[in-house]
């Protein structure tokens, strides 16, 4: 983990602030469309709900911003355990962004698989080409978080979609219940900014194998024309 671009900060509240600010500047700094990919699980949550407040929902570009998924789970989106679901109940609906801005991951009426591909054919005519630049990178905001066992997004160790040099998505099947859709690295490291959220003692372990030099999946997440910020709690960090 690039100790430069470590940031520890008093709670999972601070750590949303912060990630607020840096999103703030981040599509104000973006000339056109803004593309912001999100990530799933609880840690973000504070982050969207935080976003729709008035004091940051008047500062985003919300007609210029596109919302991405880095992965999702294979459930019906109105699904408790959907991040769509999640981000639509804590930050679209009340900040009421234009659905045409939201680019969910089609898991109902279409298998795993055909999704996936759906996804990068979307992703694709978005960025008008088929092949990444790595001088013009997918995304202006990627949020990722961190499990336990060092997955992020939904690329978990040893799955086959974590060494995708190619495909921009995957399906990830039989490692969860659910099957799950992911972006793979090159689409990830697309990225001019990753903010990577980390809260909680529990995931003091993961840190810490980090640390060490372990070779986990969140550990090839290395924008090829951006920088990666992790944003810490004192909990996560240790301290
Ligand atoms: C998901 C996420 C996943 C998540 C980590 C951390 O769909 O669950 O994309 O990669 O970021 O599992 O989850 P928590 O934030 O819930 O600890």
């Known amino acids: 983990m690039d100790p430069t671009a470590r940031e520890v900060l008093a709670g999972p509240p601070a750590v949303a602030r912060r990630a607020a600010e840096l999103m703030v500047e981040a599509c104000a700094s973006?000339?056109?469309?803004?593309?912001?990919?999100l990530?799933?699980?609880s840690t973000p949550k504070l982050l969207y709900e935080l976003l729709a407040t008035p004091r940051y929902a008047g500062r985003l570009p919300w007609d210029r911003i596109r919302w991405f998924w880095g992965d999702e789970r294979f459930v019906?989106?109105?699904?408790?355990?959907?991040?769509?679901?999640?981000v639509r109940r804590s930050m679209l609906e009340s900040a009421h962004a234009r659905t045409s801005t939201v680019h969910a991951m089609a898991t109902t009426g279409i298998s795993p698989d055909e999704s996936a591909a759906e996804y990068e054919r979307m992703l694709q005519g978005y960025y008008g080409a088929p092949t990444l630049d790595a001088s013009r990178p997918l995304f202006?905001?990627?949020?990722?978080?961190?499990?336990?066992?060092?997955?992020?997004?939904s690329l978990f160790p040893g799955?086959?979609?974590?060494?995708?040099?190619?495909?921009?998505?995957?399906?990830?099947?039989?490692?969860?219940?659910?099957?799950?859709?992911t972006l793979t690295l090159p689409a990830i490291n697309a990225s001019r900014l990753v903010l990577i959220l980390v809260t909680g003692t529990g995931k003091?372990?993961?840190?810490?194998r980090l640390e060490r030099g372990d070779d986990l999946p969140v550990a090839?997440?290395?924008p090829t024309n951006g920088r990666v910020v992790w944003l810490l709690d004192e909990a996560a960090a240790g301290h």
């Open 30 to 37: 973006a000339a056109g469309k803004v593309a912001v990919c």
């Open 39 to 41: 990530s799933g699980g």
């Open 76 to 86: 019906p989106p109105d699904h408790p355990d959907s991040n769509y679901n999640m």
């Open 140 to 153: 202006d905001v990627t949020l990722l978080g961190l499990g336990e066992d060092g997955h992020t997004a």
């Open 159 to 181: 799955v086959a979609a974590l060494s995708e040099a190619r495909r921009w998505t995957a399906a990830v099947l039989g490692v969860k219940p659910e099957p799950r859709l």
């Open 204 to 208: 003091r372990p993961v840190l810490e």
């Open 220 to 222: 090839h997440v290395n």
